[in-house]
């Protein structure tokens, strides 16, 4: 989610999210007349330890899960020849 909008202190982090969209957009234009596709992903909160490093602490119950992340990469990875996933969004919901 940093790729679509930033947040205070995280301006470097962002930076990058953003520069990965920026990468996308034009290969999926140089490999259109081959079957090779590309789809960015971008999910919101994963529970990983990538916030024991950053020295946050999230929300546990507003993270996604990694097997929430690989879920719509493989849904990706099955689409159709027919069909283009551009990008996917994924925000992590709210189970009490």
């Given at each position: 989610?940093?790729?679509l909008s930033g947040f205070?202190?995280?301006?470097?982090?962002?930076?990058t999210k953003w520069a990965v969209l920026g990468f996308t957009e034009p290969?999926?234009?140089e490999v259109r007349d081959s079957k090779i596709k590309v789809a960015a992903?971008?999910?919101?909160?994963?529970?990983?330890?990538f916030f024991d490093n950053a020295g946050m602490i999230p929300n546990k119950?507003?993270?996604?899960?990694?097997?929430?992340v690989a879920v719509q990469i493989f849904a990706i990875a099955q689409q159709g020849e027919h069909s283009?996933?551009?990008r996917v969004v994924i925000r992590p919901g709210y189970t009490p």
């Open positions: 989610m940093a790729g205070p202190m995280g301006s470097a982090y962002c930076a290969l999926k234009s992903v971008l999910p919101g909160s994963v529970d990983t330890p119950e507003r993270c996604l899960t990694p097997e929430d283009d996933i551009d």
